[in-house]
Structure formats: structure tokens, C-alpha cells
């Protein structure tokens, strides 16, 4: 079985870093995915990481330990735009079924 | 590509109806997921295919679900009968190949159909 762990809200300014951080508990581990979900509209994936170390895609990084079972987003330059919620999610039985935190809602302000 | 098409967009329907909701996968795509999203339980995956054959249905509710996908560009989730409870956005996705390369696209989710049951 699979836990996921993500924190359910948090707040940032406009221009500033924020991390969201997701922690995890998998019997097999095949990889991690970051999906940003505006309200309202369907997930659209972000990244991926299996091996451990930061992987950086513009203004956004992720990063992944697999023997703490964790891993962050990062993101930079924050816009009123990035306001979205960010799932975290993992394989299940294999590469194939993704199982899906409860996600972080960001709100960036000005 | 138009993407994974999913119709209606929104349904409301009464308590006890039957609902059939709708999904296009991307053209190619061999694999095609049903997910349901609520508040409360997030993104729960009900069930998926692969090359047209159902793989896991281990999330489906209730005998009440049932999903079919009849050729490689249709699915369908049917609700019979439906209660106040199913009222969810319920998403479909697909995704283009197994296995780790599939880490390098992650799954294509459709707008969803946002299902109300009075």
C-alpha cells in the first residue's frame, strides 16, 4: 500500500520561493510525479523523479530523497498564476496506476 | 490532437438516474483511466484499461459503477442507479506508453465531467 503526505494549504507572495513538500510511505517504489491543478480544471503534469537529487524545469524544481520517502516542489518567482493546487502522487502496482495525494492549495497574493 | 475528450461537461441529474459519462482518449493512447474528485477524498482512481481490456477495477465504488471501453477511442463510466453521494467531478485520462518512459509525460487528463445528483 501507499500514504502520502502533503501539507493542505499555504500561502505566498507574488515574486517570492515557496516549497511544498510531499512525504510518502510505498512498498515499491517506481517514481514521482508532480501534477498543478487550477480550480476548476484538470490536473496537468509537471514533473517526474525516480532518482534522487533536484531536477530543474524553469521556475519550477523537484526534488527527491527516496530513502527519507520525500520530495519537494519548488517554485520561483512566484506569479499570481502559479496559484493552484500541487498533487503529488506515485505508481501503484507498477509504472501504471498513479495514486494521488490530497494535494496543496497555494495562494499567492501580491 | 484535441486532447482526451470527456462529455457532457456538466450533468445534473435526480436520485436514481441512470448517468453515462464519456471519454475520447488521445488518438494511440493505450491506456485510459477513470478517476472521481471531491473534496473530501481527493483524486481516487476507480479503474483502468489497458489496449481496451479493464486491468483493475478495485476502486469501483458499488456494483452501481460500471465501466466499459469497447474500442480504443471510447470509454464510458455508467452510474445505475445514481445517489446524492456521486456527485464528484469525475475525470478521464490517458497516457501513451507503460513503464518509466511514461514518467516522461505523465497521464493527459480530460476537462471532466462535473456530475450533480439532486
Known amino acids: 500500500g501507499q500514504n502520502i503526505d502533503q501539507p493542505t494549504e499555504m500561502t505566498a507572495t507574488e515574486g517570492a520561493i515557496v516549497q511544498i513538500n510531499c512525504t510518502y510511505q510505498t512498498s515499491g517504489f517506481n517514481g514521482l510525479f508532480w501534477y498543478q491543478q487550477h480550480a476548476g480544471e484538470a490536473p496537468t503534469f509537471l514533473s517526474y523523479?525516480?532518482?534522487?537529487g533536484l531536477e530543474e524545469k524553469g521556475r519550477f524544481s523537484s526534488f527527491l530523497s527516496r530513502s527519507k520517502g520525500y520530495s519537494y516542489l519548488l517554485l520561483k518567482e512566484l506569479q499570481m498564476k502559479d496559484s493552484a493546487s500541487y498533487l503529488c502522487a506515485l505508481p501503484s502496482g507498477g509504472y501504471n496506476k498513479l495514486i494521488f495525494g490530497a494535494g496543496t492549495r497555494l495562494a499567492v497574493h501580491p | 490532437d484535441a486532447g482526451v475528450i470527456q462529455s457532457p461537461r456538466h450533468e445534473v441529474t435526480e436520485m436514481g438516474q441512470e448517468v453515462t459519462l464519456r471519454c475520447k482518449p488521445i488518438?494511440?493512447?493505450?491506456?485510459l483511466f477513470w478517476y472521481r474528485q471531491t473534496m473530501m477524498r481527493g483524486l481516487e482512481l476507480l479503474i483502468y484499461?489497458?489496449?481496451?481490456?479493464?486491468?483493475?477495477d478495485s476502486g469501483m465504488p458499488e456494483d452501481r459503477f460500471s465501466a466499459k471501453m469497447p474500442n480504443a477511442s471510447f470509454s464510458t463510466l455508467k452510474i445505475q442507479p445514481s445517489e446524492p453521494r456521486d456527485s464528484a467531478v469525475y475525470f478521464c485520462a490517458s497516457s501513451l506508453v507503460s513503464g518509466r518512459e511514461q514518467g516522461n509525460y505523465g497521464y493527459t487528463f480530460g476537462s471532466g465531467t462535473r456530475l450533480t445528483v439532486v
Open positions: 523523479n525516480v532518482l534522487d
Open positions: 488518438s494511440g493512447h493505450d491506456y
Open positions: 484499461f489497458n489496449n481496451n481490456v479493464p486491468i483493475d
